[in-house]
């Protein structure tokens, strides 16, 4: 097994006044040479936007993008018509293919929104661009890992990539396994919230695991914690 460690200090910083921006892979006007992606996930930005602001109508193509909202409300528009507001327990996804544009904002004028803004290259270039979102029943993640992004979709939202995102919420104490879906895939580990301890790795709030050359891990809840797991494959 190999890990690569992302404390949270580590992360790129951007403050625009409206958004309060924390990025652990290099994006925008944050470059760093050995932290340009993990495998096939990209971009691991971790955004808080002022109430009533947010990004205009712009465009992507070529890229999974996945929304897991934190705190507050976001609300989406895009080309292909969409247009919902996801909040806790959402999880959104766009597949950009050809080409889309949108835009997302802060849909309470009051109070902060939270949200993970993920990206994942993807497995098939130049596809019809496609919009998914699904709601999680927040009992299912009390010291289990649901799966909420697969390529197979169902009861996760589908991604145009062998990617599986899991996201669990562990008690004190607890000890967990996971087991990979796909061997040659790496496992990027973020804490949400909490404390945990994966072999000699003590990982806080915010702080990001990259795993790679095992087919399981083992990990010990050290605190109540919220854990995302991002499976993806390294070779892109």
Known sequence: MK???????????????????????????????????????????????????????????????I??????????????????????????????????????????????????QIWVLPK??????????????AETLQNNFRLIVSPVGKDSVWINQDAYFSLGKLETGKEFSYELYKKENGIYLFVIDGDISINDNDLNRRDGLGIMETDKINFTAKSDAEVLLMEVPLSI
Do not use: C
Not at 124 to 137: A, E, G, S
């Open 3 to 65: 890990t690569i460690l992302h404390k949270a200090s580590s992360r790129g910083h951007s403050n625009h006044g409206w958004m309060d921006s924390y990025h652990t892979f290099s994006f925008a006007g944050y470059y760093d040479h050995d932290r340009v992606h993990f495998g096939a996930l990209r971009v691991l930005n971790d955004d808080i936007v002022a109430g009533g602001r947010g990004f205009g109508a712009h465009p992507h193509d070529n890229m999974e993008i």
């Open 67 to 116: 929304s897991i909202p934190l705190e507050g409300s976001l609300e989406h528009k895009d080309s292909m018509g969409n247009t919902h507001v996801i909040q806790k327990n959402d999880i959104q996804i766009m597949s950009a293919g050809t080409g889309i544009q949108h835009s997302e904002y802060n849909k309470n004028l009051k109070t902060a929104v939270n949200f993970l």
């Open 124 to 137: 098939l270039r130049n596809i019809k661009p496609r919009y998914d979102q699904i709601t999680i029943n």
